[in-house]
């Protein structure tokens, strides 16, 4: 895929699009996840309102319907990958399932490839506290590197 990320053994693919350089890695009992996607952007597109609709579109197709809740998510400047980034901070829910849960987004615009990288992170665990999980997902999440390209 053209990146690099340090995950625990007990990690599986839940699914991988080559064509569209989609990768989601999921870990049961509690459910957690992430999930790391490019595409033709501009530093533009690193906005609020566009990050939700790129995340409801892409992960919404492949998490059975999820969709942001926008009145709940509200998007920092951060420094990822050694790059400035954003961080979408949210909550995710699945009205069809009745299910929900927190997420994060980092995102940032390289402009050697004009690629947006996201890396997404997201925890369901009905009845326990979900930090815990979600400080376990930003230590892997840190961990994604751009491979370097060789000339």
């Known amino acids: 895929y053209g990146w690099n990320l340090r995950i625990q053994h007990d990690y599986f ?29 501009s530093s533009d597109d ?17 998490y059975e319907g999820d969709q942001v809740s926008e009145e709940d998510t509200y ?4 420094e990822f ?9 949210g909550v995710w829910q699945n009205d069809s399932l009745y299910i929900g849960g927190p997420f994060r987004t980092y995102a940032y615009f390289d402009s050697t490839s004009s690629k947006i990288y996201c890396v997404d992170i997201a925890v ?21 590197k751009v ?4 000339k």
């Open 13 to 41: 693919f839940a699914m991988q699009d080559i064509k569209k350089k989609y990768v989601w890695l999921r870990r049961m009992d509690p459910d957690r996840w992430i999930s790391i996607w490019e595409m033709d952007g």
């Open 46 to 62: 690193l906005n609020l309102e566009s990050l939700i609709s790129i995340r409801n579109d892409i992960l919404g197709k492949h």
């Open 75 to 78: 998007l920092t400047h951060v």
């Open 81 to 89: 990958s050694e790059r400035p980034a954003v961080k979408d901070i």
């Open 124 to 144: 369901m665990a009905p009845n326990k506290l979900k930090k815990p999980y979600l400080d376990q997902l930003e230590v892997i999440a840190n961990t994604f």
């Open 147 to 150: 491979a370097e390209i060789e």
